[in-house]
Structure formats: structure tokens, C-alpha cells
């Protein structure tokens, strides 16, 4: 059976019509305003390997717990249930996320049956994650994100 990168490659994209349903390898959204604080709350996670989410900052700051970048990951084993990051940014940015996960310490991503389902209402985006590992999953990580000023 053809994996879901091996679809993301010969699509070209970083969004697939799979079985009906949008899959995403990344998924990318703009920050209009200077200051923006994005609620992250991991509700699922899988236990046999770790699961991380990777969210970079295109054109601005990302600050967690007063460090300061332009791309974090919040793995599930080291990170809280919730964190908030402030996006800070001179004239508006563009946020991706993606999901990652560990297996022995090595770190993958966009490999094998990896992608997301995204899901979005209003400042609220809900990701059900499908690491790469064997069959399709959604609900190898699931977190929601809700934003505000």
C-alpha cells in the first residue's frame, strides 16, 4: 500500500486528498498581528514512540518560557500537557507546524504514514497526527491550539 509521503512526493504538496478527508504534511498560517499567543494543549499522545510537535516562525520570535526562537518542539515526554507561545513579529509572519516523533532518539518527521488532520473553528485549530510508523493513525498526537492576543 502506498504511504502517505510517498503521495506528498509525487503530489508535490504539503496537502492531500486522502480517502476523502484532507491530509497535511505541514500546516502553514499567517500571524497578521504583532503580538500573538498561541495556546498548546497536547490531548493525546502515543506512549511507544515520543511524539513532538514542531512549530517554526517564518519572518518573526517565538517565545517560550522566556526563550526566544525561531522554531521549538514540544515533545510529550519533556514538555507540559500546556504551554503558551508568544509570536512576535515587526509586520505579520507565518507560522508551520508539524508533527515529529523519537524512537530511540532519533528524531523523523514527513516519512512513512505521517500527516495531520487538520481541523479549524474560529481561533481554535485541532491536529490529529498520524506519526510515520505502520498504519495510518490519527490519533497518535492530538493537540489543540487556540490563539489570542
Same mark, same amino acid.
Given at each position: 500500500m502506498e504511504t502517505l509521503a510517498s503521495i506528498f512526493r509525487q503530489e508535490q504538496t504539503n496537502m492531500i486528498n486522502y480517502k476523502g478527508?484532507?491530509?497535511?504534511?505541514?500546516?502553514?498560517?499567517?500571524?497578521?498581528?504583532?503580538t500573538k499567543i498561541l495556546h498548546i494543549h497536547r490531548l493525546k499522545s502515543k506512549k511507544t514512540e515520543i511524539q513532538g510537535l514542531k512549530i517554526k516562525v517564518i519572518k518573526g520570535l517565538l517565545d517560550v518560557n522566556d526563550v526566544k526562537a525561531t522554531e521549538v518542539v514540544l515533545w510529550a515526554d !519533556?514538555?507540559?500537557?500546556?504551554?503558551?507561545?508568544?509570536i512576535?513579529?515587526?509586520d505579520g509572519c507565518r507560522v508551520k507546524i /508539524?508533527?515529529? /516523533? +523519537?524512537?530511540?532518539?532519533?528524531?523523523?518527521?514527513?516519512?512513512?504514514?505521517?500527516?495531520?488532520l487538520v481541523? !479549524? +473553528?474560529?481561533? !481554535?485549530?485541532?491536529?490529529?497526527c498520524s506519526d510515520g510508523i505502520g498504519e495510518i493513525n490519527f490519533t497518535d498526537?492530538?493537540?489543540r491550539i487556540e490563539s489570542s492576543n
Open positions: 478527508k484532507v491530509v497535511y504534511s505541514i500546516f502553514e498560517f499567517p500571524i497578521e498581528d504583532k !519533556t514538555s507540559p500537557d500546556m504551554v503558551d507561545i508568544i512576535r513579529s515587526k /508539524w508533527n515529529i /516523533w +523519537k524512537t530511540d532518539d532519533l528524531q523523523s518527521a514527513w516519512i512513512g504514514n505521517a500527516g495531520m481541523e !479549524t +473553528k474560529g481561533p !481554535t485549530i485541532l491536529l490529529s498526537l492530538v493537540v
